[in-house]
């Protein structure tokens, strides 16, 4: 499997960008993906996560009611709808994906693919 992630970009706090995620390959078993993202010092830490099913989405608390995960399985492809950004929102974005259920899909390891991120930038 094969991810491509774009829409990064610089924003200004409180706009809004939306970043996609492109899956190719070995796609029809996908069970999750996910978003995480990592700024410069940090871990990578978990932002959101989708079943393949589109039946449920995960969240971490900080981008609670701000950020929305979004699959369209015919393209292949998960978005990140990020609203009312804040100036804690930059980092390098990155997507991933698993063909296993795992109950737990907030860690790096429970995900076998990832994308190569793409920076996104809050300026306040």
């Known amino acids: ?8 970009g610089l924003v200004q706090a409180g706009g809004s ?5 492109a899956a190719s390959g070995r796609t029809f078993s ?3 993906m996910g978003w995480f993202r990592q700024a410069p010092g940090k871990e990578r830490e978990f ?7 589109g039946l449920s989405t995960y969240y971490a608390d900080s981008v609670k009611g701000r950020f929305t ?3 369209d399985n015919a393209k292949n492809t ?6 009312s950004l804040k100036p804690e ?12 259920y795992r109950v737990v899909i907030t860690t790096p390891g429970a995900y076998d693919y990832w994308g190569q991120g793409t920076l996104v930038t809050v300026s306040s």
């Open 1 to 8: 499997v094969q991810l491509q992630a774009s829409g990064g």
């Open 17 to 21: 960008l939306r970043l996609s995620c």
């Open 30 to 32: 996908l069970n999750t």
């Open 47 to 53: 932002v959101a996560a989708i079943r393949w099913s």
């Open 69 to 71: 995960i979004s699959r």
């Open 78 to 83: 998960v978005y990140l709808q990020m609203d």
């Open 89 to 100: 929102d930059t980092a390098v974005y990155y997507c991933a994906a698993d063909h296993a």
